[in-house]
């Protein structure tokens, strides 16, 4: 779904994209985390590559929404 709302097309065409959670913190209203869900982080990192530029209009059409991005680290899935 968050491929749909972001319009981000080539993430629909890629079999290794898992999905997106969009998570709003319950104590502080301008907070919120994103989360890219990949089969690994190589596959991640190759769309990222072959993607740069539909990702990086995708930045810029929401630079106005961010004010601290920064990467949370890597993370494997312990239950499904």
């Avoid at 890219?36 to 740069?52: I, K, L, P």
Wanted: with cysteine.
């Amino acid at each position: 779904m968050g491929d749909k709302i972001l319009g981000l097309s080539s993430l629909k065409k890629n079999d290794n994209y898992m999905g997106l959670d969009l998570l709003h913190s319950r104590t502080a209203c301008q907070q919120h985390i994103l989360i890219d869900r990949w089969t690994s982080r190589v596959d991640y990192e190759s769309f990222t590559t072959e993607n740069h530029e539909e990702y990086d209009a995708l930045s810029k059409r929401f630079s106005y929404l961010i004010e601290n991005k920064e990467s949370g680290g890597t993370f494997n899935l312990l239950l499904p």
